[in-house]
Structure formats: structure tokens, C-alpha cells
């Protein structure tokens, strides 16, 4: 954990200044430093101290393309992907089923539905409210059609989340079927499908404010995390309070991945597989497993919304079907290990 944490802080820095620097317009790292430390001057200088600035190196529209394009995006990218990574090792945790994430047990899905309410129906609420609800309420109907007529197993959670994640998808192509006009449907069906296109400073306050209070909440509680995994009456016999304890995890999961999917879009693959890479790396232990995952997760989704807009150029694609291209053949590779292992 030692040298873990502050490599995984400084590949996720690294990441940051590099992919600050690609894109059409030709800029340094040098660049980027330089600018950043003209601001930063600028802005304490602003507030009454006798400090005088330095000279910014990129010019106006450079330091635009800088500071109002790609650091907002890069900045929301990696708050997106540390939280998706959060939720899916609690939620594979609190299960204790591997395939377990916000795509797959319908959360994501009602944070997208609630969101396209907002989006196309008019519902009066701001739209991270609005996919905490749908999120919430996804969650809920899983687990309550999993408990139906017997135990909460891992396998009937997965298959409730599957059938839930399709009623609401369903629900999406309908509302967008109903009501879009012209072409502005594909503007709809491209936030759909993941994209960070259209990150603000706003976005980042957004994704980073849920980010940091739920990840330090869910951090708290890595040592109850591992008591789940030797099942609900171990976990008991530990000194957790079980009920409470899962349905509080739930809803802080349920309630970040709704302020994630309200500025990105519904993403998949980040929560599923990127904790288990990590798991791969350091073990299971979740005081070391959940900030780890988080910084995996933040540079596996900048590198991925970096290649979503520079590789097919000048067009992009959105950043969910790359991180579906990557992870699917990835999750493969650790279920032929898992099976050959075991």
C-alpha cells in the first residue's frame, strides 16, 4: 500500500499533464505548466497579494482550448471513472458476486431514465436529483424482485438487475421514440452511450464533490466490507450490523452513480472490471482495494475519453463503446484465469 498509493497518484497525475497536451491544437507539457502557474498567480494576486504574475506561454485561444476544454473533461473523466470503479468493488463486496456493478444491477439504467425525464419530459428537478432518484429506484426494484419468493442469492441479484436494466432501457427508447424530433435524438442517444463531450467546470464540481464525500463515507467502512465476504453471519459474529450496514453502501453507491450518470451518461465495464484488475495486483483486503480501484479506475477513463475524441479525429465516438471495446475482452481474460486457476 505504501508504494502503491503514491505510484497510483503520480500515473494518475502523469496522465492528467499528458493527455492535457493531445488533440489538434499543438501543445506542450511545458505549456501547461506554464499556464497553470501564470493562474495561479493571476488568481492570488486577484485577492490583494503583492505577487506579480507570470507571463502565460499559450495564447488566448490555446489557453481556452486548455482550461474550458480538455481540463474540465480530463478532470470529470477521472472523477467519473474512480467513482464507477468505487461503486462496483462495494457492490461486488456487499453481494459478494463478481460480476456485480451499476450497469449490471440496473442502477445505471434508472439513473439514465430518470435523467431523460429531466431531459425530454420536463420534469421540474435538477437533473443529478433526478438520476439519484431513478438510481435509487432501480436498485430497490432489484432487490425486491431478487427477494421474491426466496434468499437474496448472488445469481438472483444478477438476473433482477438484468431484467430491471431492460425495463428501463425500454422505458429510455420509448420516451426518446415519444418525444425527440428531427435529429436532435442523436444528441440524446450519444450522452446515452457515455460521453464526457460536453464536461463543464459545473460537472466537475459535480462528479467530484459526490466523489470525494461517498468515497471517504464508503472508505470508512473497508474493514466491514471484508467482514461480507465470509458471508452475512460471519459478518454478524464481527460486530457488523448487516442490514443497516448494506442498505446504507447501497444507497451511498445508488446515490453516486446517480451524480455520475447525470454529467456522463451511463458507461459500462469501468465498475466491473477494473476492481478486479486491482484485486489482481494487491488482493482483497478493501482498506488497500477501494482507493486503488479508485485511482485505476480515474486513468483507465481519462486514457479512454482521451482516445474517444483523438483517435478517429476529427469526429469521436462516445467514450462507453470504447470502454465496452476494452473491457469486454478484458473480463474475458479474467474469467479464462479465474477458471484455469481454479
Same mark, same amino acid.
Given at each position: ?96 458476486? !463478481? ?28 437533473? !443529478? ?5 431513478? $438510481? ?24 433482477a438487475g438484468i431484467a430491471v436494466a431492460q425495463g428501463c432501457s425500454a422505458l429510455v427508447s420509448f420516451v426518446i421514440f415519444s418525444t425527440a424530433q428531427g435529429d436532435s435524438y442523436r444528441e ?21 464533490? $459526490? ?132
Open positions: 500500500m505504501a508504494a502503491w498509493l503514491p505510484a497510483g497518484l503520480g500515473l494518475l497525475l502523469g496522465s492528467l499533464l499528458l493527455a492535457l497536451t493531445l488533440g489538434p491544437a499543438a501543445i506542450t507539457p511545458a505549456d501547461v505548466v506554464g499556464s497553470a502557474w501564470h493562474h495561479g498567480l493571476t488568481w492570488l494576486a486577484d485577492r490583494g497579494l503583492p505577487i506579480t504574475p507570470a507571463d502565460n506561454p499559450l495564447t488566448t485561444i490555446r489557453d481556452a482550448i486548455v482550461w474550458q476544454g480538455r481540463a474540465p473533461r480530463l478532470l470529470t473523466a477521472a472523477c467519473v471513472g474512480a467513482g464507477l470503479a468505487l461503486c462496483g468493488a462495494v457492490m461486488q463486496a456487499i453481494t459478494r458476486n !463478481p460480476l456485480a456493478d451499476p450497469y449490471l444491477l440496473g442502477v445505471s439504467s434508472g439513473a439514465a431514465l430518470g435523467a431523460v425525464a429531466v431531459l425530454l419530459l420536463g420534469v421540474a428537478i435538477a437533473l !443529478p436529483i433526478a438520476a439519484f432518484a431513478g $438510481a435509487l429506484l432501480a436498485l430497490g426494484a432489484t432487490l425486491a424482485l431478487a427477494g421474491l419468493g426466496g434468499r437474496l442469492t448472488p445469481a438472483r441479484t444478477i438476473l440524446i442517444i450519444n450522452w446515452l452511450m457515455g460521453s464526457l463531450a460536453a464536461a463543464t467546470w459545473t460537472s466537475v464540481a459535480i462528479a467530484g464533490g $459526490a466523489v470525494v464525500i461517498i468515497g471517504a463515507l464508503v472508505l470508512a467502512r473497508g474493514r466491514s466490507l471484508d467482514a461480507f465476504a465470509f458471508g452475512d453471519t460471519a459478518a454478524a459474529s464481527l460486530g457488523v450490523h448487516v442490514p443497516r450496514t448494506r442498505w446504507l453502501l447501497l444507497t451511498l453507491t445508488a446515490l453516486l452513480t446517480g451524480a455520475l450518470v447525470s454529467v456522463s451518461g451511463s458507461i459500462g465495464f469501468v465498475g466491473l472490471v477494473i476492481p478486479h484488475v486491482v484485486r489482481l495486483l494487491i488482493g482483497s483486503r478493501h482498506v488497500r482495494l477501494l482507493p486503488l480501484a479508485a485511482l485505476g479506475g480515474a486513468v483507465f477513463l481519462v486514457w479512454a475519453d482521451t482516445g474517444a475524441r483523438t483517435i478517429f479525429e476529427p469526429s469521436e465516438v462516445p467514450v462507453g463503446i470504447l470502454t465496452a471495446a476494452i473491457g469486454a475482452p478484458v473480463f474475458a481474460w479474467l474469467l479464462l484465469r479465474h477458471r484455469g486457476a481454479s
